[in-house]
């Protein structure tokens, strides 16, 4: 249609609308006429009331296992480890307390003469400890487990030889210091 026949079409209905609101009770007296003329099924609204307490349940549920899954308690690396093989605790106890002995001691050695060499057996224990640490991670993430022990009872090993070493390295300069200094007359 054109404009202006839409325009007059407008104007010729003008103020013959229906803009009231229907009566109290037609939706009810509309739906009683309709199953009076034909076989048709009542809408019932009470049906879908239970979509509401369900998704509200469901958010819940949802927002539970999220909670949980973040505020949970991560078991630590030792705890898992003790799961997978408990002798592995128990070994890494005692060589943790010898090389913690070991490195008190090396530390209580310390002068100006032995300190570069206990600087530098303190960086060879650093990366030994992190050769650890990965070898512990490839025990949790299923590796050839005994080849694993093995090499993680190597690394303590190699530790504890170490610090023998060095802690013989130092009884070495202090006796040639006090050799020299018997020696060494004013």
Not at 77 to 90: C, F, G, T
Request: aromatic share 6%; proline share 3%.
């Amino acid at each position: 249609m054109e404009k202006g026949k839409l325009d007059s079409l407008f104007k010729n209905l003008q103020g013959t609308f229906d803009t009231e609101e229907p009566a109290q009770g037609h939706q009810q007296r509309f739906l009683e006429k309709l199953e009076g003329t034909h076989k048709v099924v009542k809408m019932d609204r009470k049906r879908s009331s239970w979509w509401k307490p369900l998704s509200i349940a469901a958010s819940v549920a949802i927002l539970l296992a999220v909670g949980i899954g973040l505020f949970a308690p991560k078991q630590s690396l030792d705890e898992r480890m003790a799961k997978i093989a408990p002798e592995v605790s128990k070994t890494q106890f005692y060589f943790t307390s010898l090389v913690e002995e070991q490195v008190k001691l090396l530390e209580s050695q310390s002068t100006p003469e032995t300190q570069k060499i206990i600087d530098d057996t303190m960086i060879q224990l650093k990366k030994l400890e992190d050769n650890y640490t990965t070898l512990e991670q490839d025990l949790l993430n299923g590796g050839n487990s005994k080849l694993i022990l093995s090499a993680m009872i190597t690394n303590f090993q190699t530790r504890i030889d170490l610090l023998q070493d060095v802690l013989n390295q130092i009884d070495t300069i202090k006796t040639l210091k006090n050799y020299n200094d018997e020696n060494y007359t004013i």
